[in-house]
């Protein structure tokens, strides 16, 4: 006799685990080819109330459990090759188990990330979903955070501070005139696989932006052993958070301390910089220069078009 579980899985996701290798997750693990590459594997898991809200559709919650862990395979420079997936459920919402795989199912064909296998288990709350993603680089090819070197260039691609201001508009605590275009970049990120090539090729270290620009810099420049000063009139910002700043509703800060963007931040010798912006344009991908790696060990600093320090009160989001 087949349990609930066996019957949610056979319903909503075995139809989406199409590679060979998953077995029709009518097995207790799945088989990962590889010849010649490094395996690089990542984790991130979504809850309610933390990584989305609860009336969040169930089809943007699957793309942003799998888009978070895409990020992070761009970053390292790597393709997606596949994907286990956790999910606690509060309640059995046939409705919406249907929307979830759907949207899961949606990005899977997208990105050409196939469902590998996973768990489903019951918890009184909140609803987590948990990703762990597999990708491939060629054989050493990794991008890390460390190396950075002094007189690099720091490039991010994309716009930061949308999601943290669409956020904030749905939690009411900020009124844009064009909301939209906020909100869905807070429920949907935007994974910049199209650049995981030219990561690799040009980049001498590379993260996802995930917990804020300022904080994230922070990091990389931490393990690299450097520091970094950032110009903050190029800073990538879009229409809206623009024009929230210069009606002085939010600060820079909000922009760069807010978290998930979800934004390749890299760092590469001038010399890479031409090739690697043109790649990013070939992808379709927007990507600017916003500061050098300096030597030191003092936290990243932000200066306006003077040259004048602007100070920080808070650098990332923090769970703890």
């Given at each position: 006799?087949?349990?609930?579980e066996?019957?949610?899985?056979?319903?909503?996701?075995?139809p989406?685990?199409?590679?060979?290798?998953?077995?029709g997750?009518?097995?207790?693990?799945?088989v990962?080819?590889?010849?010649?590459?490094?395996i690089?594997?990542?984790t991130d898991a979504?809850?309610?109330g933390v990584h989305?809200?609860p009336?969040?559709p169930?089809?943007?919650?699957?793309?942003k459990?799998?888009?978070?862990?895409?990020?992070d395979?761009?970053?390292?420079?790597a393709e997606?090759?596949?994907?286990?997936?956790?999910?606690?459920l509060t309640a059995?919402?046939?409705?919406?188990?249907a929307e979830?795989?759907?949207?899961l199912g949606?990005?899977?064909?997208?990105y050409?990330c196939?469902?590998?296998?996973g768990d489903t288990?019951?918890?009184p709350g909140?609803?987590m979903?948990?990703?762990?993603a597999f990708?491939r680089?060629?054989?050493?090819r990794?991008?890390r955070?460390?190396?950075?070197?002094?007189g690099d260039r720091?490039?991010?691609t994309?716009?930061?501070?949308?999601a943290?201001?669409?956020?904030?508009?749905?939690?009411?605590?900020?009124?844009a005139s064009?909301e939209e275009?906020?909100?869905?970049?807070?429920?949907?990120?935007?994974?910049?696989?199209?650049?995981?090539?030219a990561?690799?090729d040009h980049?001498t270290?590379?993260?996802?932006?995930?917990d804020?620009?300022?904080?994230?810099l922070?990091?990389?420049c931490?393990v690299?052993g450097?520091s970094?000063?950032?110009?903050?009139a190029t800073?990538?910002f879009s229409?809206p958070a623009?024009?929230?700043l210069d009606?002085?509703a939010?600060?820079i800060?909000?922009?760069?301390?807010?978290?998930?963007?979800y934004e390749?931040?890299?760092?590469?010798?001038e010399?890479?910089?031409a090739?690697?912006?043109?790649?990013?344009?070939?992808?379709?991908?927007?990507a600017v220069v916003?500061g050098?790696?300096?030597?030191?060990?003092?936290?990243?600093r932000?200066?306006?078009?003077?040259?004048?320090?602007?100070?920080?009160?808070r650098?990332s989001?923090?769970?703890?």
């Amino acid at each position: 006799m087949s349990s609930g579980e066996d019957t949610l899985i056979s319903r909503y996701f075995a139809p989406l685990a199409t590679d060979p290798g998953a077995f029709g997750l009518r097995d207790d693990a799945a088989v990962l080819k590889a010849a010649g590459e490094d395996i690089v594997v990542n984790t991130d898991a979504i809850v309610e109330g933390v990584h989305f809200l609860p009336d969040d559709p169930p089809d943007t919650i699957a793309r942003k459990a799998l888009r978070t862990n895409l990020s992070d395979l761009a970053a390292k420079g790597a393709e997606p090759a596949g994907f286990v997936l956790t999910l606690a459920l509060t309640a059995h919402d046939e409705a919406w188990l249907a929307e979830f795989a759907r949207g899961l199912g949606e990005d899977i064909a997208t990105y050409g990330c196939p469902l590998l296998g996973g768990d489903t288990v019951s918890t009184p709350g909140p609803l987590m979903v948990s990703v762990t993603a597999f990708g491939r680089v060629p054989e050493g090819r990794i991008v890390r955070r460390a190396g950075a070197q002094v007189g690099d260039r720091i490039v991010v691609t994309g716009a930061i501070g949308d999601a943290a201001l669409g956020l904030a508009v749905l939690q009411q605590r900020l009124t844009a005139s064009n909301e939209e275009p906020l909100i869905e970049r807070y429920r949907v990120p935007q994974p910049r696989n199209a650049l995981a090539r030219a990561v690799r090729d040009h980049a001498t270290a590379s993260m996802d932006v995930s917990d804020g620009l300022a904080g994230d810099l922070a990091k990389l420049c931490k393990v690299s052993g450097v520091s970094a000063v950032i110009e903050a009139a190029t800073l990538p910002f879009s229409a809206p958070a623009s024009a929230l700043l210069d009606a002085g509703a939010i600060t820079i800060e909000t922009l760069v301390a807010g978290g998930d963007d979800y934004e390749i931040l890299c760092t590469m010798p001038e010399a890479r910089v031409a090739s690697f912006m043109a790649e990013a344009e070939e992808a379709g991908v927007a990507a600017v220069v916003i500061g050098s790696i300096v030597t030191g060990d003092a936290p990243p600093r932000f200066v306006d078009a003077a040259g004048k320090a602007i100070e920080l009160k808070r650098h990332s989001y923090s769970h703890f």
